[in-house]
């Protein structure tokens, strides 16, 4: 019954006659993409630093971890699983909980908490952003309105675990030793592969955990993390993305021929926590060495 009502739904909405109504919400679905959210973190990254970018990838990937589980113990249906044709795009695995549901609220949550000095506009972009994003899975015959309610349910416990728990995370990881942090960056994405080994996407998200912890401490141990206080300014932060781009996209398409995915995935990581690091800090004394021979 309460399927049923929820088709009803779904295909009243479908039969709203707007221009680009369709293609608007086609758009939408770039939102739910694991192509957005590298490109969130990217820009996130190199705009307010990579404390931040490493934040948002990991609550990013715990996220779809939680989601991932989730989905495989209700396995619950989705609408296009029921009646193929309201499916207007085609995603894999189960409904219930959304995860797109689950970031439209982790998402601006985050921004409304941290950009405290524009308010106004964070609630007013974050309150679009989860309302558009929510109502276009609905839309798109992705999901039913109660794997939207799960997903916003899920999305705040994680919000919450975000404000609450990081920050104690981080100071708790501050007083550890190297090695001992570094056998915690690798050992805890290894447990999670256990339960979520069918989703592809998690699958790859799991060698990036890995490689951005490895990074992160090699980054620590030989001093290359630049500090908040000397924030690069913007031309420095654009030069920096683009090389980190070109040089990425070079390694990705070089070792595509010769590394497994997951592999890959790790050593790009690697690359882009260490790596380089270690070559901003080794140019950066060149230039020095050029201007003070």
Do not use: C
Not at 8 to 32: G, R, T, V
Not at 98 to 125: C, D, E, N, Y
Not at 249 to 260: A, P, V, W
Request: charged share 10%.
């Amino acid at each position: 019954m309460l399927f049923q009502f929820e088709i009803n739904l779904i295909s009243s909405l479908q039969d709203i006659q707007l221009p680009l109504i369709k293609e608007f919400f086609l758009a939408w679905n770039f939102a739910d993409s694991s192509a957005f959210y590298a490109l969130l973190i990217s820009f996130v990254w190199f705009q307010f630093g990579w404390k931040w970018g490493a934040r948002l990838l990991y609550i990013i990937l715990l996220s779809a971890l939680i989601n991932s589980t989730l989905k495989e113990f209700f396995l619950l249906p989705r609408p296009f699983h029921l009646i193929e044709n309201l499916g207007l795009v085609k995603a894999t695995g189960y409904g219930f909980p959304s995860g797109a549901a689950q970031g439209a609220v982790l998402l601006p949550g985050i921004l409304i908490s941290q950009w405290t000095s524009h308010r106004k506009t964070a609630w007013i972009f974050g309150g679009l952003f989860f309302a558009l994003l929510s109502l276009s899975r609905v839309y798109l015959g992705v999901h039913f309105i109660h794997d939207i309610l799960g997903g916003w349910i899920v999305g705040s416990a994680i919000l919450w675990f975000f404000l609450k728990g990081f920050p104690w995370i981080e100071k708790q990881i501050e007083k550890q030793p190297l090695w001992k942090t570094l056998i915690i960056g690798e050992l805890l994405p290894l447990l999670f592969l256990v339960y979520t080994i069918q989703d592809p996407l998690i699958k790859l998200g799991l060698p990036v955990m890995m490689g951005m912890a490895l990074g992160l401490v090699l980054s620590s141990y030989f001093h290359l993390l630049p500090q908040e206080a000397s924030f690069p300014s913007y031309p420095i932060r654009l030069l920096q993305a683009s090389y980190t781009l070109i040089s990425g996209s070079i390694l990705y398409l070089l070792g595509s021929f010769f590394i497994s995915r997951p592999f890959l995935f790790f050593l790009l990581s690697v690359w882009f926590s260490a790596g380089v690091f270690f070559s901003y800090h080794h140019f950066a004394i060149f230039l020095k060495k050029k201007e003070h021979p």
